[in-house]
């Protein structure tokens, strides 16, 4: 397959050997994976940006938290350990990892950094971001809780908006029986569960495709196309739409608004000449 532009007009060569002449032709053929995809591109003087996976999960393998897959939190700070890349939002334990909006908005805004650390780094977590905990004001509340509450039991303690599943999740893994009073309640302990709470660190070992559905960040760049036409800067005639240029949003519907903007643009301009 190649493209070719002669004079005033644009030969397209199909893989079966025919080719097909146009005056305007605008190439909407989606994000591709591979920088060499972009070779018959390439040779028409346009600029590519290397393409890299964008809005993936992250995998855990073997960690203990992925037997509570399907649990859900309403509002977690995702952030990935050494940078300053964090998200806040729903997060979704799956059985492979984490997943969910937080995740992946923080898979796009990291896309290539996270592709050089060849998908191998760390994250933490705040389980309680969304009712606006730290890690003094847990540390406080809970001895707020040994004192006017020794005798209740910290598995039907229900202090925060967690899943009962995940609660005794945090328990478990702080070395706290579930129904440990919190007159009983151990200082290291208490710490352990702390921590798990508010500053949660979990080692991320490679990634999954979001529903089968694959962006890329990179692609054409986009300082050699008008944004007001969708027309190439360099190559009168030629249009573009969609993931083929180095454009890639978060999740929530953004990939799919720029594919239709980018593409009426660009159809009203090939209409109107």
């Given at each position: 397959m190649g493209l070719e532009k002669n004079k005033d007009k644009f030969e397209l060569q199909l893989s079966n050997g025919k080719s097909i002449e146009a005056f305007y032709c605008c190439l909407a053929c989606g994000g591709m994976n591979k920088e060499s995809s972009f070779d018959w591109l390439r040779q028409l003087g346009h600029t590519i940006i290397k393409p890299v996976p964008s809005l993936f999960t992250f995998n855990c393998p073997g960690h203990s938290l992925t037997g509570l897959m399907g649990v859900v939190v309403p509002m977690v700070k995702v952030k990935i350990s050494g940078t300053k890349l964090e998200q806040t939002g729903p997060v979704l334990i799956t059985h492979w990892g984490l997943s969910g909006p937080a995740v992946l908005r923080l898979s796009a805004w990291g896309a290539r950094l996270l592709q050089?650390?060849?998908?191998?780094?760390?994250?933490?977590?705040?389980?309680?971001?969304?009712?606006?905990?730290?890690?003094?004001?847990?540390?406080?509340?809970?001895e707020k809780q040994r004192q006017e509450h020794p005798?209740?039991?910290?598995?039907?303690?229900?202090?925060?908006q967690l899943p009962q599943r995940l609660w005794d999740y945090f328990l478990t893994e702080s070395g706290i029986a579930p129904q440990t009073r919190f007159a009983d309640l151990k200082k290291k302990d208490e710490n352990k569960l702390i921590k798990l709470l508010t500053d949660m660190v979990m080692d991320v070992s490679g990634k999954t495709t979001f529903k089968e559905e694959f962006v890329t960040a990179g692609g054409i760049d986009c300082a050699e196309i008008d944004a007001t036409t969708m027309q190439s800067k360099l190559?009168?005639?030629?249009?573009?739409?969609?993931?083929?240029?180095?454009?890639?949003?978060?999740?929530?519907?953004?990939?799919?608004?720029h594919a239709w903007s980018s593409g009426y643009l660009a159809a009203l301009s090939m209409a109107t000449k």
């Open positions: 050089e650390k060849e998908y191998q780094f760390t994250i933490q977590l705040n389980w309680l971001e969304g009712e606006g905990w730290n890690s003094a004001s847990v540390l406080s509340y809970f005798s209740q039991q910290l598995t039907n303690s229900r202090m925060f190559v009168p005639g030629l249009y573009f739409a969609g993931e083929i240029m180095d454009v890639d949003g978060i999740t929530g519907g953004f990939n799919f608004q």
